[in-house]
């Protein structure tokens, strides 16, 4: 197992997201709601969630494969609780069991309030580099 965390990328950039391996096994992703995040009604877009999940169980995976391999999603499902309009959301994510070719996760997303906003569950494939042989 590696103490890897999901590198800096554009998207995370824009978006201001930032992530953090919480524990082995698990990360979250952590954004303060602007403008650019809100979709015509006024409350934060499902893809600006969707993105946080996606990430944060990304980094979760990383942190449980060997080195010389990393992981793509397979799929991920998000049910959207409640909507959100302004501050500080965290998606908290775990891995559940982690395969030799699959990991499953679970993550909650939380509002500034510590409400519910958000449930996920997630399957990510391992691959191996060309370096893993």
Do not use: W, Y
């Not at 554009?10 to 954004?31: D, N, Q």
């Not at 009604?41 to 080195?67: C, I, K, Q, R, Y």
């Not at 499953?104 to 569950?121: C, I, P, Q, S, Y």
């Amino acid at each position: 197992m590696t103490d890897r965390v999901a590198a800096e990328f554009p998207l995370a950039t824009f978006l201001g997201m930032t992530i953090e391996r919480t524990a082995p096994g698990a990360a979250a992703a952590r954004l303060t709601v602007r403008s650019e995040h809100l979709n015509p009604h006024g409350s934060v877009h499902g893809a600006v969630l969707f993105a946080m999940v996606d990430t944060a169980m990304g980094a979760a995976t990383l942190s449980v494969l060997e080195e010389g391999t990393l992981c793509a999603s397979i799929e991920v499902q998000l049910r959207f609780c409640k909507p959100v309009f302004e501050g500080v959301l965290v998606a908290a994510t775990e891995v559940l069991q982690a395969g030799k070719r699959i990991v499953h996760l679970e993550g909650r997303v939380h509002d500034a309030r510590g409400e519910l906003v958000g449930l996920a569950t997630g399957s990510f494939a391992v691959i191996a580099t060309d370096n893993a042989g």
